[in-house]
């Protein structure tokens, strides 16, 4: 490899001399020495860095022991036993129960009425299974009001 840093001027027209060189070239053998040096070290320094099963870092290493205090524990399952008489209360509570199925009506209604909009557009389209086809027009009529009324689209 030749590493070459050269600015060359543009000769001026009527200049009939060469062109004057400003070139620095380090030889091949002193850029060769220094990267060959380099690559090796920083290729063995990752190897025995990345193979080393002793370094894996912080997380890995356990923290030290930490002493036990009974009147902490005791404290502990206390307010757990607690936390779970109140969790169980309060599943069994009126307040709830009347919240759940108040939640259960609303989704059954709301199913209701999402099927009924899309018998409506079936009906007035004349497609799917609230079709009109074959209705005379009354029936047709009564089907599609009955279906507004339904749905609240009148």
């Known amino acids: 490899m030749l590493g070459l840093r050269c600015l060359v001027a543009a000769p001026p027209a009527a200049a009939a001399s060469p062109l004057p060189k400003r070139c620095s070239a380090a030889t091949p053998q002193a850029t060769a020495g220094r990267v060959s040096l380099a690559i090796p070290a920083a290729v063995s320094l990752s190897l025995v860095l990345w193979s080393s099963p002793g370094f894996s870092g912080l997380e890995s290493r356990p923290g030290p022991d930490v002493p036990r205090l009974e009147f902490l524990e005791k404290w502990n399952a206390e307010n757990q036993k607690k936390y779970t008489e109140f969790d169980n209360r309060f599943k069994k509570s009126k307040v709830l129960q009347d919240l759940l199925e108040k939640s259960r009506q609303n989704k059954e209604k709301n199913e209701r009425l999402i099927q009924d909009k899309y018998c409506l557009r079936g009906a007035e389209w004349g497609v ?24 609240g689209a009148e």
Do not use: N, V
Not at 128 to 151: H, Y
């Open 128 to 151: 799917g299974d609230c079709s009109t086809e074959g209705m005379s027009d009354q029936d047709r009529e009564d089907f599609i009001a009955e279906l507004k009324k339904r749905t």
